[in-house]
């Protein structure tokens, strides 16, 4: 497809589970960013990728969450004992250049996480 | 910090009635400043942009100004439709690539 991809779209778990949710960038675009949408709140950036390194990953909220690119196209958020307060909805977004100022963010419609 | 602040909604409006969501920001430096907006159902996607003070961006009939002086970047549109219902996000960038975001407004239009 041209968009973002992710999946799964819903995803329901267990506390204490491990989770991973995958993001399919736009063909050609080095940059990918990771960010988590709770309810009723603004999307709230985790990580940043350039090809395929972390280049930021500072909005990662503990050592409980990573992500990998290891290739540099698709990447994965991997989530370790999920916690009830880890239940978001987790946006990917690419982007040519990773400047936002100069490349604009192209967002998937992103991975419902529900911790029960 | 840096921060995006806007209205909070739902926002309710007649079709063809005059929008304005406001948008306020606090940051280091000269950020850039957008609008991004969610369709039902939809990712989100950039709806206007401004890169320095004093200019407009605009798009299918959305517009907003960067005002530097009030630290605002308020979304207008003189006549809604219903297919502009939607979750409307202000956001901004300094110079990195994290792009900071508003908690979003809700907008329905009426028919």
């Known amino acids: 497809g041209a968009g973002v991809s992710q999946t799964p779209s819903n995803k329901v778990t267990e506390k204490g589970k491990y989770v991973e949710l995958r993001c399919d960038p736009i063909?050609?675009?080095?940059?990918l960013y990771w960010y988590r949408q709770s309810l009723g709140q603004g999307p709230e950036f985790l990580i940043y990728?350039?090809?395929?390194?972390?280049?930021?990953d500072s909005g990662l909220p503990n050592d409980r969450f990573f992500a990998v690119r290891p290739e540099g196209s698709v990447s994965t958020l991997k989530i370790q004992r999920t916690e009830r307060g880890d239940s978001a909805v987790y946006l990917c977004?690419?982007?040519?250049?990773?400047?936002?100022?100069?490349?604009?963010?192209?967002f998937g419609e992103g991975s419902r996480l529900t911790v029960l | 910090g840096n921060s995006v602040t806007q209205m909070e909604g739902p926002v309710t409006l007649s079709e063809e009635a005059f929008l304005t969501i406001n948008c306020t920001y606090t940051?280091?430096?000269?950020?850039?400043l957008f609008w991004y907006v969610q369709y039902p159902g939809e990712g989100l996607q950039l709806l206007l942009k401004?890169?320095?003070?004093?200019d407009k961006g605009s798009n299918k009939g959305f517009e907003a100004t960067y005002r530097k002086e009030t630290t605002s970047f308020h979304l207008e549109k003189g006549s809604v439709q219903v297919s502009d219902s939607a979750v409307y996000f202000c956001?901004?960038?300094?110079?990195?690539?994290?792009?900071?975001f508003g908690a979003g407004t809700r907008l329905f239009v009426k028919a």
């Open positions: 063909s050609g675009h080095t940059a």
């Open positions: 940051a280091t430096g000269y950020p850039s």
């Open positions: 990728f350039q090809g395929t390194g972390a280049a930021d």
């Open positions: 401004a890169t320095k003070a004093d």
């Open positions: 977004a690419s982007s040519l250049t990773g400047d936002p100022n100069t490349g604009e963010l192209f």
């Open positions: 956001a901004l960038a300094t110079g990195g690539f994290k792009t900071i």
